[in-house]
């Protein structure tokens, strides 16, 4: 993700963390408005990053919701989380995610996922659905279930090398995702390559796994946004995920590609506060309709 806003100023407190014996690199930026979180004020963010994908690239976030505490980690071995030491499964890291909100002292989140992440967004809006306010799936599939995208960018996608080699991601940005290049090079100045266990395992751990079960069965309300251009994610997978999906609503970036939201910030973000914000009600005042805290000027993506 690349940012698209004027900066806050507002920093992340990072920390490793260990529960039930997994170790890993976290973040939370925390709001200065008053009161409790999902009473007084809007609800916390609980995001999850796409495969290999370190926090730093999505540190925008915070300057996008300057109104909501985001919560996120980097997973085992990505980023500056340790390698993993056995395998996991999806439903093992959204009870790992559960716990760590427990340990930042916070209940119900809406939730984010991008890619991968997207994925692991379903799973924990299915498995926590008390938890769960609104889910925000971008730019992902039902897993196992799903059309693939592209057999020549899945083949490179098998690697990391994009992670690794900046210079290889610059060059090959339009090839590997698709759509618009803008933002590019903010996005690749913020990578850190995971390690070849930590991508492997993040591959390995959707092996089987498919969301497309239980959608009908998701209560929470659900925004899908696909990029037309995906070269990863072709859009029809999120037209799947929001026909079964009962409370779901599907947005197409046009000439979006996988990375979207790094090359069309300044037109998503007003549609994912939109969809977070309506109907709700904080210090009397319906956020749908005027917002809570005055929203970063927007520019060029960087």
């Known amino acids: 993700m690349s940012s ?28 200065d408005l ?26 925008p976030l915070a300057d996008w919701f300057v109104d909501r505490d985001i919560i996120t980690f980097d997973m085992p071995g990505v980023g500056k989380s340790p390698n993993p030491i056995l395998p996991y499964r999806p439903w093992m890291i959204c009870a790992f995610a559960a716990k760590l909100l427990d340990h930042y002292g916070f209940d119900v989140v809406d939730v984010m996922g ?75 100045s913020r990578l850190l390559p995971p390690s070849t266990m930590g991508y492997m395992q993040q591959l390995t751990c959707m092996m089987g796994w498919t969301s497309a079960w239980f959608l009908p069965f998701l209560q929470a309300k659900t925004l899908v946004m696909m990029g037309d251009k995906d070269k990863i994610v072709p859009e029809i997978n999120g037209r799947w995920i929001a026909s079964l999906a009962p409370n779901a609503k599907l947005h197409i970036v046009q000439g979006g590609g996988h990375l979207f939201l790094v090359s069309f910030a300044e037109k998503i973000v007003p549609v994912m506060r939109d969809f977070f914000d309506e ?5 009397g005042k319906t956020l749908s309709s005027e917002a809570a805290t005055a929203k970063p000027a927007t520019k060029k993506a960087a």
């Open 4 to 31: 698209a806003t004027e900066t806050t100023g507002r920093k992340a407190q990072f920390e490793r963390v260990t529960i039930g014996g997994r170790t890993v690199r976290a973040a939370v930026w925390r709001t």
């Open 34 to 59: 008053k009161g409790k979180a999902g009473k007084d004020r809007p609800r916390p963010i609980l995001f999850f990053n796409g495969i290999g994908a370190n926090i730093e690239l999505m540190a």
């Open 114 to 188: 991008v890619s991968w992440g997207g994925a692991m967004a379903q799973q924990f809006a299915w498995q926590n659905p008390k938890r769960t306010g609104r889910l925000l799936l971008a730019a992902t599939s039902m897993g196992m279930l799903m059309v693939p995208g592209d057999p020549e960018v899945l083949m490179k996608m098998a690697s990391p090398r994009r992670y690794v080699d900046k210079d290889y991601m610059l060059a090959n940005f339009r090839t590997l995702y698709g759509g618009d290049t803008s933002g590019s090079d903010g996005h690749a």
């Open 279 to 283: 109907g709700e009600f904080w210090h």
